[in-house]
């Protein structure tokens, strides 16, 4: 049992960065761009960002490296941020890790977690956790390769119920990861099941210096309070409950240190918040515009819980195709008193 006096959100340290709170966004492919990334520091109360999985492989080449860094639009106010490689051959991680380093990343965070079949079957993502020398073989490589903090992001293993991320952690340690975040479902459970925090605990107890950020299914502050109580993790990191509430960092920040409850935003600061992302977006993306209103709508659209006429307002959104279109939508709430 973990002590009861423990400060629950310590500053944690990767590198000669300090992650304060440590509390940090879950790398979401197609949702945390670089303006989503900004907002919810904007907002407050998260210490660290990450970019969603970038291949490892185009970014050798120079027409993939265009495509990527299109992408993957990081900035430097952003920092610190980690941007987020996958593959499987350490020599191609270890030029990638150096070739994002040059183009600015503050840390490069190997993903040992994706599931899907496209990146599986070529021995990437949650694949390296099949074979713990294999990983530990890339995360050394990425180590040695760039003089920036390589952190690394797991499953709790590959198949389910073999867990492997307890001894990669140990394994990662060695070879000198600076954090370890441990989504703490199989790749094999994909996103169904809970998430079983108690593969977090066991990662914990089984490093001595490497930092744990627990992942899985945090919605509140309370979630929050739980994970870090239970699993003694030193960090937290929150994915889809981010996802239409940015506030959900400041909240947890607020109400661990106060233990006061966090007021909730208004429905009209949510419509606010909403077509600011929107805005941000397109001033931001290198996308085409409409695309990238397109790939937004989903993610806009989780705004609106809550609101009088939701429905109504959520049919304007999945058809917009402009920023006006999204202004047009929440009309009633943005001028409502
Ligand atoms: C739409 C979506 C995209 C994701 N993309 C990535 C990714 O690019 N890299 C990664 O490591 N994990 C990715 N994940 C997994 C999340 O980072 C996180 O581990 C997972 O959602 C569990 O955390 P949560 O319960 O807080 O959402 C993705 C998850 C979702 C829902």
Redesign the pocket.
Known sequence: MIAETRTLLNPVQIGDMTIDPPLSL??????TNHAFRRLCREIGGVGLVCT??LSSVPLQFKGGLKTSLQYFDWRPEERPFAV?LFGSDPSVMAEASRIVVDHGAAIVDI?M??WVPKVVKKGGGAALLRDVCSATAVVEACVKAVDVPVTV?VRAGFDDGVITAVPFAKAAQDVGAQMIAV?ARFASQG?TGS?DWDVIRQVKEAVTTLPVFG????TCADDARRMLEQTGCDGV?????ALGNPWIFKQIHHELTTGTPFPAPTVQERAQTCLYQARLTLETTRMASVKAIRELRGQLCKYTAGMPDATTIRDGIVRAESLEDIERALAPVLSAE
């Open positions: 879950a790398p979401m492919a197609g949702q969603e999985l987020q993903n977690g994706c992001k989504h996103f998430a992942n899985g299914d945090v990191m929150i994915g889809r409950a």
